[in-house]
């Protein structure tokens, strides 16, 4: 015999639930897309490969003598070393920048990026709205990295600094007394201990509304 809702402790009852397995369900959609990226005879396609932070990208081979290989300029490192269809291979990218790769076979034709946009929440809202720029999936503090974070005023034309970020997974913008209008975020990966850095992210807008 089923017990019946009554019974039941409150977050057990259809509607709670329900709720909680759609959080759930958006969290984890959220945090863990993967991305497939074919490695091809002579190019990468998606050649500029967008994700978000916490995503993963999926290096699927479909030619021969190829490898996916970070620019030796970046603060992440990566190398599939060279293989052949059939292989793949996999990296988690936790934190938001641009960062270049390529095919050690056939340089300097054979290249790829990956844009690792950052989020934002919400991504609109009144004056006063306390916004979350997310440039991290895991925190960023103890590590050697930090988040150059550069933004866009309304009917501004240039990127202009805005925080750099050495702990944590986000940053904060409260429009509190903010002209309203669309605010463009980006974000730069910089390793401390290599001073090298990324290409900026894909950029990321909010807007302030009245
Ligand atoms: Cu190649």
Request: charged share 10%.
């Amino acid at each position: 015999m089923l017990p019946t809702s009554r019974s039941l402790p409150r977050l057990l009852r259809p509607a709670a639930l329900i709720a909680v397995v759609l959080a759930l369900f958006l969290q984890g959609s959220a945090s863990a897309a993967t991305l497939n990226v074919a490695v091809s005879n002579n190019f990468f396609f998606p050649q500029s490969a967008k994700i978000r932070p916490g995503d993963t990208i999926h290096w699927v081979w479909n030619g021969d003598n190829h490898s996916s290989t970070s620019r030796g300029s970046m603060p992440i490192r990566w190398d599939s070393a060279i293989h052949n269809s059939g292989f793949t291979y996999d990296k988690l990218f936790k934190y938001a920048g641009t960062f270049s790769y390529f095919c050690t076979v056939h340089t300097p034709s054979m290249v790829g990026t990956v844009g690792v946009q950052p989020r934002a929440t919400p991504t609109s809202g009144s004056v006063g709205t306390q916004f979350t720029i997310t440039f991290a999936s895991t925190s960023i503090t103890g590590t050697n990295f930090q988040a150059v974070i550069q933004y866009k005023v309304p009917g501004g034309t240039t990127f202009a600094p805005y925080t750099t970020a050495t702990t944590g997974t986000s940053v904060a913008f409260d429009s509190t007394g903010q002209p309203t209008g669309d605010y463009v975020f980006q974000v730069q990966l910089k390793n401390t201990s290599t001073g090298k850095v990324s290409l900026f992210s894909p950029s990321r807008k909010i807007t302030v509304t009245a």
